[in-house]
Nanobody, 124 residues
Framework: QVQLVESGGGLVQAGASLRLSCAASGRTFSSYTMGWFRQTPGKEREFVAAISWSTGRIPYADSVKGRFTISRDNAENTVYLQMNSLRPEDTAVYYC?????????????????WGQGTQVTVSS
């Protein structure tokens, strides 16, 4: 069982930066692929970025490429999402997710564990 707790959301102006954190429980964190997703009311959960421990490939959604960076600290059981040059369309609840896999996944249904979400609001 893995428990995930996100933090770092908030209200910022367009162009600002935020860093989201996701703290994971469990001693096998390094075996999990970690993903960030986001969701707005009435829309499906959308893939943002994912990172595994075993591959160098880090997929990003086209809408965030060049602005967002996912990283992980296995010693601290934490995954981060650095978000720069934020836009109003980035406004959403951001969720951290985990799956025991060596390959990064982009489909929400591929993930077994989810955090409670953290709200990010970007004003224009």
């Amino acid at each position: 069982q893995v428990q995930l707790v996100e933090s770092g959301g908030g209200l910022v102006q367009a162009g600002a930066s935020l860093r989201l954190s996701c703290a994971a429980s469990g001693r096998t964190f390094s075996s999990y692929t970690m993903g960030w997703f986001r969701q707005t009311p009435g829309k499906e959960r959308e893939f943002v970025a994912a990172i595994s421990w075993s591959t160098g490939r880090i997929p990003y959604a086209d809408s965030v490429k060049g602005r967002f960076t996912i990283s992980r600290d296995n010693a601290e059981n934490t995954v981060y999402l650095q978000m720069n040059s934020l836009r109003p369309e980035d406004t959403a609840v951001y969720y951290c997710a985990a799956v025991r896999s060596g390959r990064p996944r982009t489909a929400p249904a591929s993930y077994d564990y989810w955090g409670q979400g953290t709200q990010v609001t970007v004003s224009s």
